[in-house]
């Protein structure tokens, strides 16, 4: 069995930052994908960024691109989010996968391991 647990979202103003965190633990896995998804009430599941195996090809979506960076620590089983410059519309609650693969896909579906997920609420 396999557990994420992620960590560090909350209540923040337009224009500042917050920084995600999911371990994982569990099985332990040879190589591996991890991603952020994020869902907001009333709207579709939307993949955010994706990271392969040793932190390479990082994918965003373009909602976030240059504001949200993705980064993996592969002997902590940890994948990280950092978001700078919130707006109210990235407003959802997020959540981290795992898809056993090296390498990363912007498909949901692909994965196989989800987190609990954490709520981000940026004010205006």
């Known amino acids: 069995q396999v557990q994420l647990v992620e960590s560090g979202g909350g209540l923040v103003q337009a224009g500042g930052s917050l920084r995600l965190s999911c371990a994982a633990s569990?099985?332990?896995?040879?190589?591996?994908?991890m991603g952020w998804v994020r869902q907001a009430p009333g709207k579709e599941r939307e993949f955010v960024a994706a990271i392969s195996w040793g932190g390479r090809l990082p994918s965003y979506a373009d909602s976030v691109k240059g504001r949200f960076t993705i980064a993996t620590d592969n002997a902590k089983n940890t994948i990280y989010l950092q978001m700078n410059s919130l707006k109210p519309e990235d407003t959802a609650v997020y959540y981290c996968a795992v898809r056993l693969s090296t390498i990363a896909t912007m498909n949901p579906t692909h994965y196989s391991y989800w987190g609990q997920g954490t709520q981000v609420t940026v004010s205006s």
């Open positions: 569990g099985r332990t896995f040879s190589s591996y994908a």
